[in-house]
């Protein structure tokens, strides 16, 4: 009978646990990223909506769609992630929508300068022209520890815009982030760990 007690209370301690470590994660997401906290997400057709009237995102083949709001102190930030159905159509599509904005080929001298916080203003005749000069010239973030993936930022409309993309041998997945935050140290240091742990 004490057997019996030992195995129910082991059973139900791996139970506890088990489901306290799935609960760390929500859909593609973590509770926390930096100190901002997970506060909303959506999968599937809700999530598939939102990236289908985004600039840029909506050209990207979809087999998958995901979005997140989270928030902190010092503001909110957004995620979008349009995962299509293998990483050669997610690279081409990212690729496309890249050269679209104005981002660099991969071709062009580096062109970060060290200071996030400066952004030249840009005109091309691409479709962004048809904006209007609310969007700059996506430039390549400098974060130190990693190359890939490749982070642009830009501005559009006041706000401040990360993406990229991230790929295995299944899959890739383009990512889109916005902060109301005007902090953009505090911007990239929150990048930073969303590509590492998102």
């Known amino acids: 009978m004490k057997k019996l007690y030992i195995i129910i209370i082991v059973v139900a301690l791996l139970?506890?646990?088990f489901l306290y470590s799935s609960g760390a994660k929500k859909s593609i997401f973590t509770e926390k990223v930096g100190?901002?906290?997970?506060?909303?997400?959506?999968t599937g057709e809700v999530a598939a909506q939102?990236?289908?009237?985004?600039?840029?995102?909506k050209d990207i083949p979809l087999a998958k769609a995901y979005s997140a709001v989270y928030k902190s102190e010092?503001?909110?930030?957004?995620?979008?992630?349009?995962?299509?159905?293998?990483?050669?159509?997610?690279?081409?599509?990212?690729n496309a929508m890249n050269s679209?904005?104005?981002?660099?080929?991969?071709?062009?001298?580096?062109?970060?300068?060290?200071?996030?916080?400066?952004?030249?203003s840009h005109k091309s005749h691409s479709d962004v022209e048809m904006l209007n000069g609310s969007f700059t010239?996506?430039?390549?973030?400098?974060?130190m520890e990693f190359v890939k993936?490749?982070?642009?930022?830009?501005?559009?409309?006041?706000?401040?815009?990360?993406?990229?993309?991230?790929?295995?041998?299944?899959?890739?997945?383009?990512?889109w982030i916005t902060f109301d935050s005007q902090d953009t140290g505090y911007q990239v240091s929150i990048v930073k760990q969303a590509v590492m742990n998102i």
Request: proline share 3%; charged share 25%.
């Open 149 to 175: 993936p490749d982070v642009y930022m830009m501005r559009a409309n006041n706000a401040y815009n990360y993406y990229y993309f991230k790929m295995d041998y299944k899959m890739g997945r383009v990512y």
């Open 74 to 94: 010092k503001g909110t930030m957004r995620i979008w992630v349009a995962e299509a159905p293998d990483h050669n159509a997610a690279n081409d599509a990212f």
């Open 137 to 143: 010239k996506p430039i390549k973030v400098d974060i």
């Open 15 to 17: 139970a506890v646990t």
């Open 50 to 57: 939102q990236i289908s009237s985004m600039y840029g995102l």
């Open 35 to 42: 100190d901002m906290t997970l506060i909303r997400y959506e």
């Open 100 to 120: 679209m904005l104005g981002g660099s080929t991969g071709h062009e001298e580096h062109e970060y300068s060290g200071d996030v916080g400066q952004i030249e």
